[in-house]
């Protein structure tokens, strides 16, 4: 089952943040995070967030183990647009817009093992054992 992480309204070109996601897409998260530290863009940035977010997520909440995650899925798609003005000359005001984007990071991984609870009479057969 694969572990979902997202990020909405991230105030980058969808574009922008698609080549970024192209280059980590299909990579195990350590690899990932390290191709991410070393690239010079600024959606760099938002796309590691999102990926660390998915890491900790499958780690904390779904009991995978960190070594062993890796990319099944990064999508890109574009948010709502902030329409905005700039004043141009003879008094007039040109439109233009600030596009958003949403990043969807699934990892997957291997499951760590689950540890049996100890039962308490058995624990208090062994407080029993210490004190005697």
Known sequence: MAVNATAKGVRISPRK???????????????????????????????????????ANADHNHGYKRD???????????????KRYRPAAYGRALTF??????????????????????EKKAQSAKKAEGEA
């Open 97 to 118: 817009q600030r596009k958003t984007a949403h990043i969807r990071v699934a990892v997957e991984g291997e499951k760590r093992t689950v540890k049996k609870p100890v």
């Open 17 to 55: 943040v698609a080549v970024v996601a192209a280059l980590v897409r299909g990579r195990s998260v350590a690899d990932a995070l390290t191709i991410l530290t070393h690239t010079p863009r600024r959606s760099a940035v938002a796309v590691s967030k999102v990926i660390k977010s998915a890491q």
């Open 68 to 82: 062993s995650l890796y990319i099944t899925e990064i999508s890109v798609t574009p948010g709502p647009r902030l």
